[in-house]
């Protein structure tokens, strides 16, 4: 075993003793050079690097008349620093370009493994020591690459960062097998929760029965004594509206206070996520009661990534809309015909969400309006009673498939922390490559 010793830098901790540590300016300098000829904007991700933005769906497309040569030079083997990269780590470009001057951009000048410092640099022992950096000395600001060019990083000889860098290389392309084939294996779950759900919501759970034609394409055949109807019948469907936001809510938004506020990152499919940290004076929420979470509901996310996310809302006390979610409200008088618990099953349903996405695609920004989430079809048992018997049969039948996805995403999360502390573990010289591991 080699010989350690105190690095005296709190997140290295212990380094072997033939390692230095270097301010990271002695080994990278800044590039601040305008324009490229190879006219690629590119756009640091966490999860890919530096890449072109023509290759990530979602993002807002610069202007085909912009000027790229304006933003800052990207080469091949630069690092980039974006404005929340402390996030996340800093990335790394395999492409020739430019991008937004917001970015930090900074490449070697010493003779280094490249590689060894793109672990290094994704490590979460790095990224927190500059988050730590940044918020904690110059709260509020982004990190700057000035921030990093002061700070002490270690320096293995180069043979040995070429060593550690081949070894993580090979590691993680095995542990990254792993990750995907279980995010593969947690999606199976969740379209074989969502095929019981339609099925039993379509079909029923009482066996052979009687069939006619729902008259809509995706639903197919229903039970003869259903019915189809448009949530609107039943239910008062609302949000809170711009101007109601924008006069009364956004400047009376509070780290803590009376009324909750549920954003549309509280409701994920089938669930409401209670970790609340924005809130409104009693007053507020009173002003808007129509937008009030007073009683049991469902919400709905209507814009954004999320749209067409679907909860039950069954507080014991006051809780209020955000502007990207709306309420579904069972209208007194009609709770002998649909239940909460029946109507969420249903929108969860691939028929569901099929009417969702139909209305989705038909906008330019992906959005459903209340009138469009009012005329939404569902497909109706003609008893509470049947409802109830769907309910009670997907209730179980749902909770075996999410204890086995619970037990995978547990999984992801020890496998994504054993990657971490590997990383970390061999980045600052724990642990030690040894020749002939890499020769066998």
Not at 343 to 357: C, D, K
Not at 361 to 376: D, E, N, W
Request: charged share 25%.
């Amino acid at each position: 075993m080699r010989e350690m010793r105190d690095s005296g830098i709190e997140w290295v901790g212990q380094m072997p003793k033939g390692w230095e540590l270097r301010r990271a300016k002695t080994l990278f300098t800044q590039r601040n050079s305008k324009g490229n000829e190879i006219e690629v904007l590119l756009s640091p991700t966490q999860k890919y690097g530096v890449v072109p933005q023509s290759q990530l769906e979602g993002v807002v497309q610069v202007k085909e008349d912009t000027d790229l040569q304006m933003f800052k030079t990207v080469h091949k083997g630069d690092f980039v620093i974006s404005l929340r990269s402390f996030q996340g780590g800093f990335e790394y470009s395999l492409y020739e370009g430019v991008c937004s001057p917001a970015y930090q951009v900074f490449y070697p000048t010493s003779p280094i493994c490249d590689t060894y410092y793109r672990y290094l640099f994704k490590s979460q022992s790095f990224i927190s020591k500059m988050n730590n950096l940044t918020v904690g000395i110059r709260e509020g600001k982004n990190i700057q690459y000035v921030d990093f060019a002061n700070s002490q990083i270690p320096v293995p000889p180069l043979a040995e960062q070429e060593r550690i860098a081949a070894f993580l290389d090979a590691e993680c392309a095995e542990i990254d097998a792993v990750l995907e084939k279980t995010r593969a294996s947690i999606e199976e779950y969740k379209k074989l929760k969502q095929a019981v759900i339609t099925q039993a919501v379509t079909k029923g759970v009482r066996g052979d029965r009687p069939m006619k034609d729902s008259g809509i394409e995706w639903i197919g055949d229903i039970p003869a004594e259903w019915k189809v109807a448009s949530i609107g019948r039943f239910c008062f469907v609302t949000k809170l509206a711009g101007f109601e936001f924008t006069n009364d809510m956004m400047s009376n938004i509070q780290d803590s206070g009376d009324i909750p506020i549920v954003r549309a990152q509280n409701i994920k499919m089938g669930k409401f996520i209670n970790n609340i940290s924005e809130f409104i004076p009693y007053r507020i929420s009173q002003k808007l009661e129509r937008c009030a979470l007073n009683r049991k509901c469902l919400i709905i996310t209507f814009i954004g990534a999320g749209i067409g996310e679907v909860a039950i809302f069954n507080e014991p006390k006051r809780y209020h809309l955000a502007p990207n979610v709306a309420k579904i409200v069972i209208n007194v008088g009609m709770e002998h015909f649909v239940t909460e618990e029946y109507l969420l099953y249903f929108l969860m349903s691939f028929a569901g969400q099929e009417e969702i996405n139909k209305i989705k695609k038909a906008t330019a920004q992906p959005s459903l309006s209340m009138g469009t989430i009012r005329s939404i079809k569902m497909v109706l048992p003609d008893s509470i009673e049947e409802q109830s018997e769907i309910v009670s049969y997907l209730d179980m039948r749902c909770a075996s498939i999410d204890a086995l996805i619970a037990k995978k995403q547990q999984y992801l999360i020890e496998i994504e922390n054993y990657k971490k502390s590997l990383i970390y573990e061999y980045v600052t010289g724990k642990k030690e490559v040894k020749t002939n591991v890499l020769a066998d």
